[in-house]
């Protein structure tokens, strides 16, 4: 979730790459093992060894847990729900040097299961189409690693180099043929600013050097995936002493897809080749087309089957975390056969608890927390979502525009109570750029008034400053003010700690139904501060009246 930590998808789905290959180690160990030895030290570490290879299997599929089907998207949760507003071009801290377009492919263990959530090879296709062709350009946090757009794929960043190859796994690898000679020619120059984009330990030039001999590694089964070659013949020096090499006679800059394929004078009916069968040695051959060749290779396999060892959790809500009077929450789990069971108590759910049909109605705070169990009766994770009711029927009008990756659960999350913590990505605070803060409470009926204030982060390390000082003025109409208060900041803004600071003040007591506070933004950031020159940004999260 992304109240655990930041660039949460990004983590999520690397650490199930992660947890995959922890069970493949597992696996490999308990080959030497013997499982029915006598000895029953050996039996105990082989048992331990599969029982890790079982646990790390089931966590490799949590990827699962951020897909949603409605978008085709992995997208961040919260309280339980999917983040909203999105928009999957945007770049946000739920990425790491992405957005949702380049990490929603990035389920590299599981491919064709990846594929099934798309529902099947034609969405799959569709959903790859999307990415290399949409209009949408990048937005949100600026990062210097995302270059060498096509559509939103971005080349010059590595979890992107893969996906063009994924075309082989629908029944259209002329497109991985198309894109990757795209890419040969167009993000790699022979000029000082030739490379696209960030060369990571040489994965850059690795790209190059494999696409440009028609194949590349797709981790993580030593596969080489067929592309299109670029050059008349490639000789591989293999280290076992044979020989491995790529021929293309009739490559060209116009002949760029292939027409068929053969391996050691063999018809190659499907577009990839293992690693064992490229150290035996021998020949790759193309032949080229200027057109695609749909009958290059036989369709791809079937990928109707599931994990039926792994149920996703099931997403709660909406992630909104405060209501006012009453609230539906719907539950979904993309898991198939499978049902919801939830609870309104806090208390854990089992078989025995309510069964998910429709949408729950709340009316006071309430913490729902819910399993899905599939047709095996494997049980997945507990999501737990609590939304608060708010007490009263206060609302906010603000002047200022709030950032969209920092909306703090829209403008009633300044006056609904839940605080935010020095993370700032957590999802509680707004924050505002290059502008003052403003914004006005409606108590509704005139009230007595007698603290005043607000709650504000600093993390320069982060472009978030204290405001410079901050201005409380109250109003019977909201037309005619009259300051209250007038509260300094005492953080210097060279402090880099991150730091969380409620600033209020007692006034005389005062009536009335209108409480505008402004907050001054520091402006441009110093001289001395690596983003010296840029917008400053203002922190809040809550508008504090008593």
């Given at each position: 979730s992304?109240e655990?930590?930041?660039?949460?998808?990004?983590k999520?789905?690397?650490?199930?790459?992660?947890?995959?290959?922890?069970?493949?180690?597992?696996?490999?160990?308990?080959?030497?093992?013997?499982?029915?030895?006598?000895?029953?030290?050996?039996?105990?570490?082989?048992?331990?060894?599969?029982?890790?290879?079982?646990?790390?299997?089931?966590?490799?599929?949590?990827?699962?847990?951020?897909?949603?089907?409605?978008?085709?998207?992995?997208?961040?949760?919260?309280?339980?729900?999917?983040?909203?507003p999105?928009?999957?071009?945007?770049?946000?801290?739920?990425?790491?040097?992405?957005?949702?377009?380049?990490?929603?492919?990035?389920?590299?263990?599981?491919?064709p299961?990846?594929?099934?959530?798309?529902g099947?090879?034609?969405?799959?296709?569709?959903?790859?189409?999307?990415?290399?062709?949409?209009?949408?350009?990048?937005?949100?946090?600026?990062?210097?690693?995302?270059?060498g757009?096509?559509?939103?794929?971005?080349?010059?960043n590595?979890?992107?180099?893969?996906?063009?190859?994924?075309?082989?796994?629908?029944?259209?690898?002329?497109?991985?043929?198309?894109?990757?000679?795209?890419?040969?020619d167009?993000f790699?120059?022979?000029?000082?600013?030739?490379?696209?984009?960030?060369?990571?330990?040489?994965?850059?030039?690795?790209?190059?050097?494999?696409?440009?001999?028609?194949?590349?590694?797709?981790p993580?089964?030593?596969?080489?995936?067929?592309?299109?070659p670029?050059?008349?013949?490639v000789?591989?020096n293999?280290?076992?002493?044979?020989?491995?090499?790529?021929?293309?006679?009739?490559?060209s800059?116009?002949?760029?897809?292939?027409?068929?394929?053969?391996?050691?004078?063999k018809?190659?009916?499907?577009?990839?080749?293992?690693?064992?069968e490229?150290?035996?040695?021998?020949?790759?051959?193309?032949?080229?087309?200027?057109?695609?060749?749909?009958?290059?290779?036989?369709p791809?396999?079937?990928?109707?089957?599931?994990?039926?060892?792994?149920?996703?959790?099931?997403?709660?809500?909406?992630?909104?975390?405060?209501?006012?009077?009453?609230?539906?929450?719907?539950?979904?789990?993309?898991?198939?056969?499978?049902?919801?069971?939830?609870?309104?108590?806090?208390?854990?759910?089992?078989?025995?608890?309510?069964?998910?049909?429709?949408?729950?109605?709340?009316?006071?705070?309430?913490?729902?927390?819910?399993?899905?169990?599939?047709?095996?009766?494997?049980?997945?994770?507990?999501?737990?979502?609590?939304?608060?009711?708010?007490?009263?029927?206060?609302?906010?009008?603000?002047?200022?525009?709030?950032?969209?990756?920092?909306t703090?659960?829209?403008?009633?999350?300044?006056?609904?109570?839940?605080?935010?913590t020095?993370?700032?990505a957590?999802?509680?605070?707004?924050?505002?750029?290059?502008?003052?803060?403003?914004?006005?409470v409606?108590?509704?009926?005139?009230?007595?008034?007698?603290?005043?204030?607000?709650?504000?982060?600093?993390?320069?390390?982060?472009?978030?400053?204290?405001?410079?000082?901050?201005?409380?003025?109250?109003?019977d109409?909201?037309?005619?003010?009259?300051?209250?208060?007038d509260?300094?900041?005492?953080?210097?803004?060279?402090?880099?700690?991150?730091?969380?600071?409620?600033?209020?003040q007692?006034?005389?007591?005062?009536?009335?139904?209108?409480?505008?506070?402004?907050?001054y933004?520091?402006?441009?950031?110093?001289?001395?501060?690596?983003?010296?020159?840029?917008?400053a940004?203002?922190?809040?999260?809550?508008?504090?009246?008593?």
């Open positions: 992304m655990d930590e930041n660039e949460s998808v990004s999520t789905l690397e650490y199930a790459y992660d947890d995959w290959c922890i069970a493949q180690m597992a696996l490999q160990l308990l080959s030497f093992e013997d499982i029915n030895s006598k000895d029953a030290a050996i039996r105990a570490k082989a048992k331990s060894y599969g029982a890790d290879m079982t646990e790390f299997g089931r966590r490799s599929h949590a990827y699962e847990n951020l897909f949603d089907p409605s978008t085709g998207f992995m997208r961040p949760k919260k309280n339980g729900g999917f983040v909203s999105f928009a999957p071009s945007e770049v946000t801290f739920n990425y790491t040097e992405g957005n949702a377009w380049v990490y929603s492919f990035f389920a590299l263990q599981d491919i299961n990846l594929i099934r959530l798309h099947g090879k034609a969405g799959f296709e569709k959903m790859l189409d999307g990415l290399f062709t949409t209009t949408d350009k990048l937005t949100g946090r600026e990062q210097p690693d995302i270059t757009l096509i559509g939103q794929y971005a080349h010059g590595e979890p992107s180099h893969h996906i063009a190859y994924l075309y082989n796994s629908t029944d259209a690898p002329w497109k991985t043929q198309k894109y990757v000679r795209h890419i040969l167009d790699y120059k022979p000029t000082p600013d030739g490379l696209i984009g960030n060369e990571d330990c040489g994965q850059m030039s690795a790209w190059y050097v494999l696409s440009a001999s028609g194949i590349y590694p797709v993580p089964f030593g596969i080489f995936e067929l592309g299109t670029l050059f008349k013949e000789k591989f293999l280290e076992n002493g044979k020989t491995f090499v790529v021929r293309a006679k009739n490559v800059a116009a002949n760029m897809y292939v027409a068929s394929a053969r391996l050691d004078q018809r190659l009916d499907r577009p990839e080749l293992s690693f064992a490229m150290m035996k040695g021998g020949v790759l051959e193309f032949d080229m087309s200027p057109t695609p060749v749909l009958s290059a290779y036989s791809a396999g079937y990928y109707g089957e599931y994990f039926k060892t792994f149920t996703a959790v099931p997403s709660v809500g909406d992630g909104r975390r405060t209501f006012q009077g009453s609230l539906e929450v719907p539950m979904q789990t993309i898991t198939p056969n499978s049902k919801i069971y939830f609870t309104l108590d806090g208390s854990e759910p089992t078989e025995r608890s309510m069964l998910y049909i429709q949408p729950v109605k709340i009316d006071k705070t309430t913490t729902v927390k819910a399993l899905a169990i599939n047709e095996r009766g494997v049980r997945s994770q507990v999501a737990s979502a609590t939304y608060n009711l708010i007490p009263n029927n206060w609302t906010v009008s603000i002047a200022s525009k709030y950032n969209r990756q920092y703090g659960g829209g403008d009633a999350g300044l006056i609904d109570g839940i605080r935010g020095t993370s700032f957590s999802g509680e605070w707004q924050g505002y750029q290059g502008q003052d803060f403003v914004a006005t409606d108590l509704q009926k005139e009230t007595e008034i007698k603290k005043v204030g607000g709650g504000f982060l600093q993390n320069a390390g982060s472009w978030i400053w204290m405001p410079t000082h901050i201005a409380i003025e109250v109003s109409d909201n037309v005619n003010f009259r300051q209250v208060a509260i300094k900041t005492d953080i210097a803004p060279t402090d880099m700690e991150s730091k969380v600071r409620d600033y209020t007692s006034i005389a007591s005062t009536r009335a139904r209108f409480v505008r506070i402004h907050a933004n520091l402006g441009k950031i110093p001289s001395w501060h690596p983003g010296a020159g840029d917008d940004f203002i922190f809040v999260d809550e508008i504090i009246i008593q």
